[in-house]
């Protein structure tokens, strides 16, 4: 029996839904226009005002923001209201300089929470239920998104953050956590390491884990339902968009429902901007339609996927996107860290190496790993040879600093790295993320 934290929304009508969002987009719109100046610019430079959005249908009208316009805006300049009525910021994993600032007013966090709630209880959750939050507390969004949302489902709520896995295993056990929250790489090395502590899922009460902020397959679902002996859900969110909790999945298990009444998706395509019909595969974008402290309209995610309205098992009538299945932009993500090849190379230059290197991503035993080959000039290459480790860990350390993840650096001689004949390949992931 399915069971929903809102049903009145979850399982709203699509013309219920529809009135909301036509209601809250148009509310939303004049709000941006009369605060934030720097979209105020971007509809003025498209000709567009406020008047001209009456409902969801003109939503293509409106201009698009990106990545880019964060990094401009930065920090203040998407603030949709006082900064005094804001109340937590957060902010995205592993950038270089200008980060991604994100403002939360008390009514944003409270919605956030509630989508989250909503994903806890459609993964089975009740307050009769101990959920052990294993995402990392602090600028990132999972921790404390997955927390309210657990405390508002009436969870016994276990604080844990990420890392120290003994502890985990022990409080898991000790404590009877019965739903698990934490990155899908985590939960496999979770896993892991109690198969060698010897502690099977007999010994444990988890029945469920919800898991996401970085892309699974299939295949490791099913490993981390029987290392763990749950059922596995998938979570989606951004950080620009509110954090986890955007998207979340039901006991289908085929796609994540998306909170519409607060974030009205469209997909694109990635080149043209042009908008495609429900079924077409391309990049998704979020209109935030009551979000105050950092409303964000038209955001481009550079998430690839496709939208659907079939009609679910579950009874959920909000509309379901697939997983991920890519990005438009060359970002990867590793062991949940967002890296750019870019913030490599700027590294490679600032310490005075050539450009001429090769990023090899792999999964190996559930976990992420960043090999990086530069080649040494063959002045370097006379020079420097002797001392090739302590460059070695130099570089290393370098890229950690910009990262925030610890790669392993080879250097190599000239002219060693094959070359392309066309644009250069930089990097090669090897995990196969994306089935
Ligand atoms: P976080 O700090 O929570 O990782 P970011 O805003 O830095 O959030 O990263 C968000 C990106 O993480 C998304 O745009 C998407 O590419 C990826 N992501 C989040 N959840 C999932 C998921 N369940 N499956 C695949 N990718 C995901
Ligand atoms: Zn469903």
Redesign the pocket.
Same mark, same amino acid.
């Given at each position: 029996m399915a069971n929903y934290f809102q049903p009145e929304v979850e399982c709203a009508s699509h013309e219920e839904i529809r009135a909301i969002q036509n209601e809250k987009l148009v509310k939303q719109v004049k709000r941006v226009y009369e605060n934030v100046e720097y979209y105020r610019n971007l509809m003025n430079e498209k000709g567009v005002t406020p008047d001209d959005i009456k409902s969801i249908d003109d939503l293509h009208k409106l201009p698009f923001l990106t990545k880019a316009d964060l990094r401009d805006a930065y920090p203040y300049g998407l603030l949709g209201t006082d900064l005094k009525n804001c109340v937590r910021i957060h902010s995205?994993?592993g950038t270089t300089g200008r980060r991604v600032v994100a403002f939360y007013t008390q009514k944003d966090i409270e919605l956030w929470e509630d989508c989250c709630a909503r994903a806890i209880v459609a993964a089975g959750g009740n307050d009769e239920d101990v959920c052990q939050v294993a995402y990392g507390y602090g600028l990132? $969004? @999972?921790g404390f998104g997955i927390n309210g949302g657990s405390q508002k489902v009436g969870c016994l709520t276990l604080p844990m953050s990420s890392g120290n896995t003994e502890r985990q295993i022990q409080f898991m056990q000790d404590l009877h956590a019965t739903i698990l929250c934490c990155t899908p790489s985590y939960a496999a090395y979770l896993g892991e390491s109690m198969k060698e502590m010897g502690i099977t899922p007999d010994d444990i009460d988890l029945k469920a884990g919800i898991f @996401?902020?970085? =892309?699974?397959t299939e295949e490791m679902r099913r490993d981390i339902e029987k290392s763990l002996g749950i059922k596995a859900y998938?979570?989606? @969110?951004? $950080?620009?968009s509110t *954090? =986890?909790g955007v998207a979340f999945e039901c006991e289908e298990q085929s796609g994540m429902h998306i909170n519409e009444d607060h974030f009205l998706a469209e997909i694109i395509d990635p080149e043209t901007g042009e908008v495609l019909p429900e079924g077409s595969k391309g990049e998704l974008v979020f209109t935030n339609l009551d979000k105050e402290g950092f409303p964000l309209i038209r955001y481009r $995610?550079?998430?690839i996927c496709i939208l659907s309205r079939k009609k679910c098992s579950c009874g959920r009538t909000l509309i379901k996107m697939t997983? =991920?299945m890519g990005?438009s932009d060359d970002m990867l993500?590793i062991r *949940?860290v967002?890296v750019f090849p870019s913030q490599i190379e700027a590294v490679l230059i600032k310490s005075g190496y050539s450009v001429n290197y090769l990023i090899e991503v792999d999964r190996v035993n559930n976990t992420d790993t960043l090999d990086v080959s530069v080649e040494l000039t063959p002045e370097q290459f006379s020079d420097r040879v002797r001392d090739l480790a302590a460059q070695e860990k130099m570089l290393a350390n370098n890229m950690k600093i910009m990262l925030g993840i610890n790669p392993k650096v080879h250097l190599v001689a000239p002219k060693s790295i094959t070359r392309s004949e066309g644009k250069a390949v930089r990097v090669i992931d090897k995990r196969k993320l994306h089935d």
């Amino acid at each position: 029996m399915a069971n929903y934290f809102q049903p009145e929304v979850e399982c709203a009508s699509h013309e219920e839904i529809r009135a909301i969002q036509n209601e809250k987009l148009v509310k939303q719109v004049k709000r941006v226009y009369e605060n934030v100046e720097y979209y105020r610019n971007l509809m003025n430079e498209k000709g567009v005002t406020p008047d001209d959005i009456k409902s969801i249908d003109d939503l293509h009208k409106l201009p698009f923001l990106t990545k880019a316009d964060l990094r401009d805006a930065y920090p203040y300049g998407l603030l949709g209201t006082d900064l005094k009525n804001c109340v937590r910021i957060h902010s995205t994993s592993g950038t270089t300089g200008r980060r991604v600032v994100a403002f939360y007013t008390q009514k944003d966090i409270e919605l956030w929470e509630d989508c989250c709630a909503r994903a806890i209880v459609a993964a089975g959750g009740n307050d009769e239920d101990v959920c052990q939050v294993a995402y990392g507390y602090g600028l990132f $969004t @999972g921790g404390f998104g997955i927390n309210g949302g657990s405390q508002k489902v009436g969870c016994l709520t276990l604080p844990m953050s990420s890392g120290n896995t003994e502890r985990q295993i022990q409080f898991m056990q000790d404590l009877h956590a019965t739903i698990l929250c934490c990155t899908p790489s985590y939960a496999a090395y979770l896993g892991e390491s109690m198969k060698e502590m010897g502690i099977t899922p007999d010994d444990i009460d988890l029945k469920a884990g919800i898991f @996401g902020a970085e =892309p699974w397959t299939e295949e490791m679902r099913r490993d981390i339902e029987k290392s763990l002996g749950i059922k596995a859900y998938d979570i989606y @969110g951004l $950080t620009e968009s509110t *954090g =986890p909790g955007v998207a979340f999945e039901c006991e289908e298990q085929s796609g994540m429902h998306i909170n519409e009444d607060h974030f009205l998706a469209e997909i694109i395509d990635p080149e043209t901007g042009e908008v495609l019909p429900e079924g077409s595969k391309g990049e998704l974008v979020f209109t935030n339609l009551d979000k105050e402290g950092f409303p964000l309209i038209r955001y481009r $995610t550079r998430d690839i996927c496709i939208l659907s309205r079939k009609k679910c098992s579950c009874g959920r009538t909000l509309i379901k996107m697939t997983k =991920p299945m890519g990005r438009s932009d060359d970002m990867l993500i590793i062991r *949940g860290v967002n890296v750019f090849p870019s913030q490599i190379e700027a590294v490679l230059i600032k310490s005075g190496y050539s450009v001429n290197y090769l990023i090899e991503v792999d999964r190996v035993n559930n976990t992420d790993t960043l090999d990086v080959s530069v080649e040494l000039t063959p002045e370097q290459f006379s020079d420097r040879v002797r001392d090739l480790a302590a460059q070695e860990k130099m570089l290393a350390n370098n890229m950690k600093i910009m990262l925030g993840i610890n790669p392993k650096v080879h250097l190599v001689a000239p002219k060693s790295i094959t070359r392309s004949e066309g644009k250069a390949v930089r990097v090669i992931d090897k995990r196969k993320l994306h089935d």
